[in-house]
């Protein structure tokens, strides 16, 4: 089992992570093109 510290840890990257993902998802292919995304590397980032 984790210690407490470690558990919240992770489960505030896993957010972040989640959190990050969508607004990615959110934007349009033109933005995704203009910071050097496409919409398939989105997954493969995390």
Same mark, same amino acid.
């Given at each position: 089992? !984790?210690?407490?510290?470690?558990? &919240? /840890? !992770?489960?505030?990257? *896993?957010?972040?992570?989640?959190?990050?993902? *969508?607004? /990615?998802? #959110? &934007? *349009? =292919?033109? #933005?995704?093109? =203009?910071?050097? &995304?496409? $919409?398939?590397?989105?997954? $493969? !980032?995390?």
């Amino acid at each position: 089992m !984790l210690p407490p510290m470690r558990l &919240l /840890l !992770l489960i505030w990257r *896993s957010w972040v992570a989640a959190r990050t993902r *969508s607004e /990615l998802r #959110a &934007l *349009s =292919d033109r #933005a995704l093109r =203009d910071i050097g &995304l496409e $919409r398939g590397q989105i997954e $493969r !980032l995390f």
